[in-house]
């Protein structure tokens, strides 16, 4: 198990940036896969990015060209880099460990709204 500290999370005009932060902490040697989703009131949380220990990064199609994930080397931290942010990015932003045995871990969520 391990545990996942959002942070960064704000509003933001259309066209801006912001850039999340996950810390993570525990069982690292088990973790396999770091990313970020994200959940809107009435929909299921979806992927935005995932990297994983085998050096594969996913994008959801929303987000391919604007987002970019990375992480530090012992993958304690992960970011997340959002440009050219659109009102349909506001979201609460989920950190998300996932280790060899496929448990999931979540952090509290951090609120992206993008809004004039």
Excluded at 23 to 45: A, C, E, H, M
Excluded at 68 to 91: F, H, W
């Amino acid at each position: 198990q391990v545990q996942l500290v959002e942070s960064g999370g704000g509003l933001v005009q259309p066209g801006g940036s912001l850039r999340l932060s996950c810390v993570v902490s525990g069982r690292l040697f088990n973790l396999y896969q770091i990313g970020w989703d994200r959940q809107t009131p009435g929909k299921q949380r979806e992927l935005v990015a995932s990297h994983n220990r085998d050096g594969n990064t996913i994008y959801a199609d929303s987000v391919q060209g604007r987002f970019t994930i990375s992480r530090d080397n012992g993958m304690n931290t992960v970011y997340l880099q959002m440009t050219n942010l659109k009102p349909e990015d506001t979201a609460v932003y989920y950190c998300k460990a996932v280790n060899y045995g496929g448990s999931i871990d979540w952090g509290q969520g951090t609120q992206v709204t993008v809004s004039s």
